[in-house]
C-alpha cells in the first residue's frame, strides 16, 4: 500500500510563483487518481480497570513471654486482641517523672520507711553518666511520639452513679499507636496488639480489684511494663509490685490522671538485661560488641571496648562501655530489696509519678 504525503507548503508556493495554475486546469480533464484507502488505525484498547490498593499486612500476633499461657493466667479470656472491647473511656499517659527523692515512696522492704532507690540510683549515675538524664528522655520521647502508652478503665464504662467513687476498679495499660501519625493530637489511638497476652483478648499489663474513692485512684500490687527510653530507643523494664495511687477526674471522653504515684520494685538482673538490650541495638553499633557487656560482678564481661567511633549522639554508648565496672558497683549498692526471698538484696524499689489526658482508643493495630 503507497502512502501519500502532502507537498510542503514552500513547495506549494514555489509551484503558484511560477504560474503552472493552468497545469492545475489542465489536469482536471485527466484521469482521477485512484482514491487512497486511509491507513487502518489501531483498534483503541479498552483502560486496564484499576487494581484495588493492597491491604496491609496484619501485625504478626504477638509472641508469648516466657512461661506466658493464657489457659493458666487468673482472668486470661482466650481469642484475638480485635475482640477487645474499646469503647470505655480511655487515658494518654502525658508525663513521666522518676522521683529521685529517696525519702518519698512506699514501704517495699516491711521497715515502715518510703522505700525509692531508683531515685538515689539515678542522682548517682547522673555523676557517673552526665550524658544520661532518663526524666529529659521521658519528655523528648512523649513529645514527638516515640513512645506512646496509656490505660482503659472498662469498669467505669455505663457505671452507675459517680464513676469517681467506684470499687473493683480496673485499669488496662496498653501500648498505643498515634492514629493521625500527629505527636501534637492525642485524641486518638489505635493500640497496639503486643499489649495482649498471646492467644487472648486480655490485656499482659492490668490492675483490678482497685478503687476510686473522691476522686482518689488506690489500686494493685500487679506486675506490669514500663516504657524506659535511652537515647533513641524506647525499651521496657519490668516492675513487680507495683501500685497505683494519686487524683483522677473525667476529662472529656476519657479519664484524666494528676500527680499519679506508681511504686514498687524492679530485679537488678531486668534493669542489665535492659541495659544491655540498649548497647546491643543498633543504635551503638559503634561498640561492634560481640554479647552482652554489662553485669555486677564482673561489672564488665567484655574486656577493652574500643567506643572511640561512638560520637557525638552516640556517646553515651562510649559512656556505658567505659563505665561498666563502676556501673555494676552502683546498681549492687542501692539494692534494697531482696525480692527472691534468698536473704539478698536483688531489687530495686521505685516512684514514678504519672500525668495523664483523657482519650478515646478506637482499634486494634492491624
Not at 506486675?223 to 523494664?237: A, H, T, W
Not at 531486668?270 to 561492634?288: D, F, V
Not at 542501692?334 to 524499689?349: F, P
Request: glycine fraction near 10%.
Amino acid at each position: 500500500m503507497s502512502h501519500l504525503h502532502p507537498p510542503p507548503i514552500a513547495l506549494l508556493a514555489l509551484l503558484a510563483a511560477l504560474g503552472l495554475a493552468a497545469c492545475v486546469d489542465s489536469a482536471q480533464d485527466a484521469p482521477p487518481a485512484p482514491e487512497v484507502e486511509p491507513e487502518a488505525q489501531p483498534e483503541a484498547q479498552p483502560e486496564p480497570e484499576a487494581q484495588p490498593e493492597p491491604d496491609p499486612q496484619p501485625e504478626p500476633e504477638p509472641e508469648p513471654e516466657p512461661g506466658e499461657d493464657c489457659a493458666q493466667i487468673p482472668g486470661c479470656e482466650p481469642g484475638d486482641p480485635s475482640e477487645y472491647a474499646l469503647d470505655v473511656p480511655a487515658s494518654f499517659i502525658s508525663g513521666v517523672i522518676i522521683d529521685e527523692d529517696a525519702l518519698q515512696g512506699a514501704d517495699q522492704d516491711g521497715d515502715g520507711d518510703p522505700d525509692n532507690a531508683l531515685g538515689r540510683f539515678l542522682a548517682d549515675i547522673g555523676r557517673l553518666l552526665a550524658v544520661l538524664d532518663i526524666n529529659a528522655q521521658y519528655s523528648a520521647t512523649i513529645a514527638d511520639g516515640r513512645m506512646a502508652f496509656g490505660a482503659t478503665w472498662p469498669t467505669l464504662a455505663g457505671a452507675e452513679g459517680d464513676p469517681l467513687e467506684a470499687q473493683g476498679v480496673e485499669v488496662h495499660f496498653l501500648p498505643l499507636e498515634d492514629v493521625d501519625g500527629d505527636p501534637g493530637s492525642t485524641d486518638r489511638f489505635r493500640a497496639q496488639r503486643r499489649g495482649f497476652i498471646a492467644g487472648s483478648r486480655t490485656p499482659r499489663r492490668r490492675f483490678e480489684g482497685g478503687a476510686i474513692e473522691a476522686g482518689v485512684l488506690t489500686a494493685g500490687p500487679a506486675r506490669i511494663d514500663m516504657p524506659f527510653p535511652i537515647g533513641e530507643v524506647v525499651l521496657e523494664l519490668s516492675i513487680e509490685r507495683a501500685r497505683l495511687s494519686g487524683e483522677v477526674f473525667l476529662d472529656g471522653e476519657g479519664v484524666g490522671m494528676r500527680d499519679v504515684a506508681l511504686t514498687g520494685v524492679f530485679s537488678i538482673d531486668k534493669l542489665i538485661e535492659t541495659l544491655n538490650a540498649y548497647i546491643q541495638s543498633s543504635e551503638c553499633a559503634c561498640l561492634e560488641l560481640s554479647g552482652p557487656l554489662l553485669g555486677i560482678e564482673p561489672g564488665c564481661l567484655i574486656e577493652e571496648v574500643d567506643g572511640a567511633a561512638c560520637v557525638g549522639e552516640f556517646a553515651l554508648c562510649a559512656s556505658l562501655a567505659a563505665s561498666c565496672e563502676l556501673l555494676g558497683q552502683i546498681l549492687a549498692q542501692n539494692a534494697d530489696v531482696d525480692l527472691d526471698g534468698d536473704g539478698q538484696s536483688d531489687a530495686m524499689s521505685l516512684l514514678i509519678r504519672l500525668e495523664a489526658d483523657g482519650t478515646r482508643i478506637e482499634g486494634i493495630q492491624r
